[in-house]
T-cell receptor
Framework: EDQVTQSPEALRLQEGESSSLNCSYT??????LFWYRQDPGKGPEFLFT?????EEKEKERLKATLTKKESFLHITAPKPEDSATYLC?????????????WGLGTSLAVNP | EAQVTQNPRYLITVTGKKLTVTCSQN?????MSWYRQDPGLGLRQIYY???????DKGDVPEGYKVSRKEKRNFPLILESPSPNQTSLYFC????????????????FGPGTRLTVL
């Protein structure tokens, strides 16, 4: 079954304490993996798209990486404003090209 | 400012009373979509539209209708709402509908929190 699993469900960090969020996927023929950030009461906000194993993308304190089975979102020296839910989504060959499979997200809290 | 707008933002209604949630985007995007987000279930696609007059079912279309008469607007219609449609709804849009453009980022609206009593 095609699915996307994110771990951990929740993560609490101290300001400056680096860590990683995981998105593992089992799909036939990855066509793109997306990371979004969602603040409470708001819509998801796009962060990155990764297309193939070995690819990396960076934005400020965030770095996304991709392997054949999973993606990591590395957060370096996080600040309280990085607190949010981070969502992963995958587009794949077997499914409709216009649809995504979404993970349930990792809720990140960064304490000052 | 490039954005997706939804109205209303909050709505409390009763079972069976027809309602419409509006969605509008100002980015000239071809693709638009409706999602619902529920705890433990994540984001699930309700309907999507590849362009004007072209719509198709997503993963959870039962109890919903959509229309795409203009490129910028994509309203979600609940003909006879039921309590199990209580949820947080998001409209989203992106440029392009095929090939490399299908990897474009989606822009989400601010959400509509619907409660059906």
């Amino acid at each position: 079954e095609d699915q996307v699993t994110q771990s951990p469900e929740a993560l609490r960090l101290q300001e400056g304490e680096s860590s990683s969020l995981n998105c593992s996927y089992t799909v036939s023929g990855l066509r793109g993996l997306f990371w979004y950030r969602q603040d409470p009461g708001k819509g998801p906000e796009f962060l990155f798209t990764l297309y193939s194993a070995g690819e990396e993308k960076e934005k400020e304190r965030l770095k996304a990486t991709l392997t054949k089975k999973e993606s990591f979102l590395h957060i370096t020296a996080p600040k309280p404003e990085d607190s949010a839910t981070y969502l992963c989504a995958v587009r794949h060959n077997a499914g409709n090209n216009r649809k995504l499979i979404w993970g349930l997200g990792t809720s990140l809290a960064v304490n000052p | 400012e490039a954005q997706v707008t939804q109205n209303p933002r909050y709505l409390i209604t009763v079972t069976g009373k027809k309602l419409t949630v509006t969605c509008s985007q100002n980015m000239n995007h071809e693709y638009m979509s409706w999602y619902r987000q529920d705890p433990g279930l994540g984001l699930r696609q309700i309907y999507y539209s590849m362009n004007v007059e072209v719509t198709d079912k997503g993963d959870v279309p039962e109890g919903y209708k959509v229309s795409r008469k203009e490129k910028r607007n994509f309203p979600l219609i609940l003909e006879s709402p039921s309590p199990n449609q209580t949820s947080l709804y998001f409209c989203a849009s992106r440029a392009g509908t095929s090939g490399a453009s299908s990897y474009n980022e989606q822009f989400f609206g601010p959400g509509t929190r619907l409660t059906v009593l």
